[in-house]
């Protein structure tokens, strides 16, 4: 948020900066009242801190009436070391939305800031006009895939059935024909006949006598 906090005491403002810094909001610091009502009216703030007791002739509750009646809608939060009975509803009758004593509790700060960091988030939502419905975009049909062919479909009653193998009969092979002899070929001469070696013939001696042995001539050798 940014936040305006209208406050001549420099310490009150170094707290609640540093208390704003810690949740990532921004403060900008008025210590007059005429000069914080030219800021307020031209610039835009998410929350205002107005202290009760100013330095000047404009008090802090006379700002507030001055801006409510310029019509500024921004919510105002009273911060004031009076705390006093009635002082609340003086507080809220000038336009204030909300009332903090000082010295500040830096727990109420925080959920000061909480708080309507929430109120401001959800009156941008509604404030906000809902976005259309983006339309779709028609579709690109996608080609037809051609038909998958379907197997035929099998019997109920031959689905647990023993398949039936019917052997096959083992085919004849015809040996090839004998090569043919031609009859027309010439004849084969018979082989020639051995004739066996003639026997060579043995003379007969010529002139041959009988030898007769004649016993005279026998020595013998016993005596």
Known sequence: MRIAYVEDNPTNFSLVERVAR???H??????EGEIALAALKSEVFDLILMDVELAGEMNGLDL?????????QTPIVAV?????????????????????PKPLPIVDLVNTFA???????????????????PVPEPATPLPTPPPAAVPPAVPVSNVHATPTVTPSKPEL?????????????????????IKPAPTPSVPPRANTKPFTLKTDNVVDNKS
């Open 64 to 72: 507030v009436r001055m801006l409510r009646k310029d019509g500024l």
């Open 115 to 133: 708080k309507y960091t929430e109120l401001l988030k959800n009156a941008a939502s509604k404030s906000s006009p809902a976005s259309p419905a």
């Open 22 to 24: 810690m949740a990532q």
């Open 173 to 193: 092979v015809t040996p090839p024909a004998a090569p043919s002899v031609s009859t027309s070929a010439e004849p084969v001469p018979p082989a020639p006949a």
């Open 26 to 31: 921004t403060v900008v610091s008025y210590t």
């Open 80 to 100: 004031t070391a009076y705390a006093m009975l009635g002082d609340r509803e003086k507080c809220i009758e000038a336009g204030c939305n909300e009332y903090l």
